[in-house]
């Protein structure tokens, strides 16, 4: 299983929209399920576990985990894609004719000084931004800061 999938397509962000595909992510997210299984657990018919489940087989949010043949049918068992489910920070860009990227992305390895003066500049930019302005301006950023953990 992958650690994170990032949702690019507006119809896999509509697939996993749903709050009842949701749900189904969720039951399968600490075992592989079968639609029979789900259906049992909601206590759904089967068909509308199936078509649920192949929406998001469709939109690859989830995959078949493995196949087991039981009394000659082949049950298939299903998991999320991957353990994190996210949608892109460019889905939503529609001017597509420039061709230029709307986003860049960096990795960066700062040391603990480093990280503070970071932190404390986003913090007093963040602060700075708390008054209402009437328009965004062109030399607007957006900043999304994931911390991971350091290898030892």
Do not use: C, W
């Not at 650690?3 to 009842?20: A, V």
């Not at 087991?68 to 049950?75: A, R």
């Not at 939503?92 to 004719?97: G, P, R, Y």
Request: glycine residues 4%; aromatic residues 6%.
């Amino acid at each position: 299983m992958e650690k994170l999938l990032i949702i690019n397509e507006l119809d896999q962000l509509k697939s996993i929209s749903d709050p009842f595909r949701l749900q189904l992510l969720g039951m399968m997210a600490d075992e592989p399920k079968t639609g029979q299984m789900l259906a049992d657990e909601l206590e759904l018919p089967r068909a509308k576990i199936h078509y649920h489940l192949n929406q998001l087989l469709a939109h690859n949010i989830i995959t078949v985990s493995h196949t087991v043949e039981k009394s000659s049918i082949i049950q298939k068992f299903y998991r999320p894609a991957a353990e994190a489910i996210v949608p892109s920070i460019n889905i939503f860009n529609f001017n597509k004719q420039t061709g230029a990227e709307p986003y860049a992305a960096y990795t960066i390895s700062p040391d603990d000084k480093e990280l503070e003066i970071l932190d404390s500049q986003l913090t007093g930019l963040e602060n700075g931004k708390k008054v209402k302005k009437e328009t965004a301006t062109a030399d607007e950023y957006a900043v999304y800061v994931l911390k991971t953990m350091r290898e030892a």
